[in-house]
C-alpha cells in the first residue's frame, strides 16, 4: 500500500472585496507563525488591533498610552487560547501551535492603517479523497478488525464534532445525525468489521477533514466534494449557486484554479455586480454571466481553457465546481445485444490515479478505479440496474465494455481521469464517447446498410483522427505536465 503525504489547507476568504497586496504565509500544522507588523519599535500614542476572519474578531490589542497589551483567548470558541504571543516592541503576533481552523485572514490595524495576512495551515494526511456531489465514499479505517475493549470514534471538521462512535464492550454503534444542523442525517454508515465510515449522497457540505481515533491511534482523511459539470467546447457552461435568490447583505464570489483567482463578485450590500475580464490573460473576456437573482454562473464559449476547479464562496461557505469542458467526441455505434468498448487509450492506472466513467446527463458514476483506496468499483445498482451484469473494468488500462447493449445504454460515457500528480494540487482530464445502439430489425434495408456502411467508415476516420490527435496532445501534455495542472486541493 502506498501512504501517500498530501497537505490540505482550510481556505477561508475575506469576503469584502480583494485586496492585491496580502502578506501570504504558509505554515505546517503544528509549527508556529509570526505575523510581523513592520514596525521596529512603538510609538506613545500607538493603538494596534488584531482582528480574524470574515467577522473581524478582535484577537489582540495594544494601547501604547495605557501600555496596555491584552489577548482575547476566549473568543471563537477559544481556538486562540494559549497560541497567540504579543511582541512587546513592535506589536508583531505569534500563533503558536497553529491547527487548521487558524487558517484565515489576520487584519492588522496601526492607527489607521490597515495590512492583511493570509495565513494558511497545512495539515499532513495519510489521505485524501475527492467525490463528485452525490457519489458515496467509504473512509476506510485501515483496521481489519476491531478489539473486544476498543472505542472508536469518527469526528469531522475543525471543531472536532463527534458524529459516529464504536464502543465494543457495549456492542455499540452509534452515528450522531444530528450534530452539524443534521448535515450527516441519513448519511452514515458504519462496517462493523472495520469501522469504516461511509458518507452517501454526498454533498459540498461535506467537505472536510474526517479524523478517526481509536484507543491509539488518530489518523486524518481529507474529503473534498465538487459538483462536476461536464460541456462540450464551444457550450456553456452553467455552475449553480443553489440559491434561489439572495440577501440583501450577501457577499458572493467566484474564483478559479489553482490561484483562486477572483473572476466574479457580487457585493449585494451595494448591489455591485463585477466580473473581472482581465484576470489570467482575458481567458474569461466576453464569457462570464453572472445571474443577478441567484449568483449562479455562466461560462459561454467554452475552450479547454476554462476547464478547472471553481470555488464559489457565498458569505462563509464554500461551493466547489469543476468543470471539464470535452473538444472531441469519440462516437461508436453498436448493434443491439453486442458488447461495445470504450478504449481510455491509458496504457496503465499509475498509482494516486482515480479513474472514472460517468454515464448521462447526470453524469451518474458507473464504474471507477480508485488506486487511492485501493479499490475497483462497478455501480451496477445506479439508474434502475441498467448497468447490471454487464460492466466490464480493464483494471489495467481503465477502460469500460459494456456487454449486452439495449438502446437504454445509448448515450454519452464520459471518463475522467484524476491524477495525484503533486503536493497541493491534482489534475484531472477527461474525454467523452457517445454510444448510440441501433437495433438490428431496423439495419436491414439495402440503403440503410450502404449509409451506415459509409458512416462506419467516416468514424472510422474521425476515431483515426482523434486518435492522431490523441497522442500528439497526449505528448504535448507529458512536455508541459507541469503546466497542465488543475484542481487545487485546498479544502
Ligand atoms: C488607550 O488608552 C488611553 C489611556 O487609558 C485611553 O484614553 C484611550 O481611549 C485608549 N485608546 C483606545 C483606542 O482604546
Ligand atoms: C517586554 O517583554 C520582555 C520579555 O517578554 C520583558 O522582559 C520586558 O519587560 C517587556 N517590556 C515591557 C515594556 O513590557
Ligand atoms: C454486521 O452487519 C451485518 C450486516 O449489516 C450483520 O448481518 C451482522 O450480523 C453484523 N455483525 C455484527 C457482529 O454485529
Ligand atoms: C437583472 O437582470 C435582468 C436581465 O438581465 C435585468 O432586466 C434586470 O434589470 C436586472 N436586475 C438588477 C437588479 O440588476
Ligand atoms: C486503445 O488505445 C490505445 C492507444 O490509443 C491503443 O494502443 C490500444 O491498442 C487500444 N486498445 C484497443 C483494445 O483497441
Ligand atoms: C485485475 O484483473 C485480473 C484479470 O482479470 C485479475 O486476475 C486481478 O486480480 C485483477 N486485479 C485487481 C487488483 O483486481
Known sequence: MFLKLVLLCLCLWRLDGAFGDDEVKRVKEGDSVSLNSGLTEMKDDDVILWRFGYKNTLIAEINVTADRFTVYEDVLDGRFRDRLKLDNQTGSLTVTHTTAEHTGYYRLQINSDIKRFDLRVYGVYGEFVSVNEGDSVSINSGLTEMKDDDVIQWRFGYKNTLIAEINKRADRFTVYEDVLDGRFRDRLKLDNQTGSLTVTHTTTEHTGVYKLQTNSVIKRFGLIVFVLETVMEGDSGSLNSGLTEMKDDDVIQWRFGDENT????????????TVYEDVLDGRFRD??????????LTVTHTTTEHEGDYKLLINVEIKRFRLAVFDEVTSVSVKEGDSVSLNSSLTEVKDGDVIQWRFGDENTLIAEINKRADRITVYEDVLDGRFRDRLKLDNQTGSLTVTHTTTEHAGDYKLVVYSDLMMFSESFSSKVFRVSVYDSVHCCGPTEAVIRLVLSALVGVATVSIVVYDIRSRRAERDQAHI????SIEI
Open 262 to 273: 477572483l473572476i466574479a463578485e457580487i457585493y449585494k450590500p451595494a448591489d455591485r455586480f
Open 287 to 296: 464569457r462570464l454571466k453572472l445571474d443577478n437573482q441567484t449568483g449562479s
Open 484 to 487: 497542465h495542472t488543475s484542481g
